[in-house]
């Protein structure tokens, strides 16, 4: 349904926002998108609904190319964006409504569908508060409701939970895996590794513009090093200890200030721990905790490798280049 291949963005500034980008959303099948400020995630989703002209590289929608044919392609996509939306004046019942109006619902049809988001989210209470005496959750979920009214064939979630409390997070989860059902492609962004370990089909890691990882979350999970992985808090920043030569560790030690994380296989768990008690009864360390290694470290080891120091302009977006339709 959403193919992309070797997409490139460069700015007049010289900045690469996407560098190479390829990936593929099937109907039916929800897609998180990973990667921390600037690594692309919201330029890609621009030039897919036609916001954005790529430098080079192909972009299908159904089939549909949104630089040749960027009004059909725009009916075709629905867009949560990270912004709030402009709710001033207006009730969540009357922009779901709206929203499914502009897309092509009849009348009777957009007050039937906008009562049965209100009444999935739970937002039965503010349904008509004006906007802007609502919660910054309650507009997420507004937000959510006006892409999901009359969707189109890909929906395109930008940070969908931010904001959202946790029994309304659920049951947003539920309407997005809802719209997947009835066969959207839906790709996600998200910096919520647990929650896309949990409820996405496949995750797409960016960095630096480039894709750096993709594949089920169990499938990103085995290029983990190590099984567990073994944190110490050391009492002083000078007086951080070493693992005996007897105990192997998986890979090398993560040190920050007087943490360190030394990654293990099962096989030097428990010797591991053993030691780890000894060095707090005698006063060496003030804790320490065995945990399983998951998606998130392997993630952090990805976005790590890019480097830290990239511009996040793409993601708060100061590059706009508007595609005249």
Request: glycine share 10%.
């Amino acid at each position: 349904m959403l193919i992309i291949e070797d997409l490139v963005k460069c700015y007049r500034d010289g900045t690469r926002a996407n560098d190479g980008v390829s990936l593929q959303v099937a109907a039916g099948e929800v897609v998180g998108l990973l990667g921390h400020n600037g690594a692309g995630k919201t330029t890609l989703i621009n030039q897919v609904a036609g916001l954005a002209v790529p430098t080079s590289g192909t972009i299908g929608v159904d089939g549909c190319d949104p630089v040749a044919e960027p009004a059909k392609v725009r009916r075709m996509v629905a867009v949560m964006p990270q912004a709030h939306a402009p709710l001033s004046g207006v009730t969540p019942r009357q922009a779901i409504r709206t929203m499914a109006r502009i897309r092509g619902m009849n009348k009777q049809d957009s007050r039937v569908r906008a009562e049965e988001l209100i009444a999935a989210l739970d937002l039965g209470t503010w349904a008509d508060t004006s906007g802007e005496r609502l919660s910054g959750g309650v507009r997420r979920l507004t937000a959510y409701g006006m892409a999901a009214a009359h969707p189109g064939r890909v929906v395109m979630l930008d940070e969908p939970t931010n904001d959202v409390d946790p029994v309304r997070r659920r049951l947003l989860w539920e309407q997005i895996r809802a719209l997947a059902d009835q066969g959207c492609a839906v790709l996600l962004v998200t910096h919520n590794v647990a929650e896309a370990e949990r409820s996405v089909d496949r995750i797409v890691v960016l960095g630096s513009g480039k894709v750096l990882a993709e594949g089920t979350a169990a499938q990103l999970r085995s290029r983990a090093v190590g099984e567990f992985r073994l944190e110490l808090t050391a009492v002083r920043a000078d007086g951080i200890p070493s693992l005996p030569a007897g105990i192997p560790a998986a890979g090398p030690p993560v040190t920050a200030s007087r943490r360190v994380a030394i990654p293990l296989d099962s096989g030097a768990a428990s010797a591991a721990l053993a030691w780890a008690q000894q060095l707090r009864e005698t006063g060496d360390i003030d804790e320490f905790a065995l945990v399983p290694v998951g998606l998130e470290d392997v993630y952090l080891h990805l976005a790590g490798e890019t480097g830290s120091d990239e511009s996040a302009q793409d993601e708060k977006g100061e590059h706009s280049e508007s595609l005249v339709a």
